[in-house]
């Protein structure tokens, strides 16, 4: 009988509407919250699945980028060295010898070519070298890069020539694969001070080899280094 079974499915939908407001008042005179049963997410836009539409959410960007920051060891200096502290001003308009080009002319060009680098991160594999005296901004270019890699979410890492060539000895002697997986496989590594730090046989040949295997896996690098 269709009145009958009409009937019945108000009853059962009466019944149901009284219990959820049983629920709630037993909540709410226990001093919780009404929805307290009722699953809750850290982000309500993926459900904390960490995609939408087969896609990274925003929220799995941040905690990644987050992870990378802590594992690139540059968390506190990119604090101050990135592009927003950037001055033209340190470097001189006027013309130098052996050179077309001011210096201040020339980080233009270099910074545009910076730029395009970093925002055509994913299609590229190109390295970059840069060689000059110390105190040239070598160093202080290469964080600035960084911080745009990072805040994009790739995984950036920075090491000394030094560190470089001691992580290549745990990595050797005491079969490191998580070290060795960091700086193999991050987006970026940038190795600092190259050829100021010591050298013998096994540094010569390790560092030999581990460049040649990133260049080999088309692994990026950022190498600055006061001498050719």
Same mark, same amino acid.
């Given at each position: 009988? #269709? ?17 959820? $407001? ?5 909540? $709410? ?22 995609? /939408? ?35 033209? @001003?340190?470097?001189?308009? @006027? ?7 001011? #210096? ?16 055509? *991160? ?7 070298? *840069?060689?000059?005296? #110390?105190?040239?901004?070598?160093? *202080? ?13 790739? *995984? /950036? ?22 070290? @060795? ?20 046989? =096994?540094?010569? $040949?390790?560092? =030999?080899? =581990? ?18």
């Amino acid at each position: 009988n #269709p009145d009958k079974s009409e009937e019945y499915i108000n009853i059962i939908k009466n019944k149901i509407t009284d219990l959820r $407001v049983k629920k709630s008042e037993f909540l $709410v005179s226990n001093g919780y919250d009404m929805d307290f049963l009722e699953m809750h997410y850290n982000c309500n836009t993926c459900k904390d699945t960490g995609f /939408v539409n087969n896609k990274r959410c925003s929220c799995y960007k941040q905690k990644l980028i987050k992870l990378y920051y802590n594992d690139s060891d540059l968390k506190h200096i990119l604090k101050t060295n990135n592009f927003d502290n950037f001055n033209f @001003e340190y470097f001189t308009n @006027e013309k130098t010898d052996f050179h077309s080009d001011t #210096p201040r002319k020339n980080i233009k060009k270099i910074l545009d070519k910076m730029w395009h680098f970093i925002e055509n *991160f994913n299609k590229t594999d190109e390295n970059f070298m *840069f060689i000059g005296n #110390p105190g040239t901004g070598k160093t *202080f270019l290469s964080n600035c890069i960084a911080k745009e890699l990072l805040d994009r979410g790739n *995984f /950036v890492v920075y090491r000394t020539a030094d560190e470089l060539i001691q992580n290549l000895r745990s990595i050797k002697f005491s079969n490191d694969k998580h070290l @060795e997986d960091i700086i193999i496989n991050c987006d970026l590594l940038i190795i600092d001070d190259l050829g100021t730090e010591s050298i013998n046989e =096994f540094s010569k $040949v390790e560092l =030999f080899n =581990f460049i040649n295997k990133k260049l080999l896996m088309r692994k990026k690098m950022i190498i600055s280094s006061t001498t050719v």
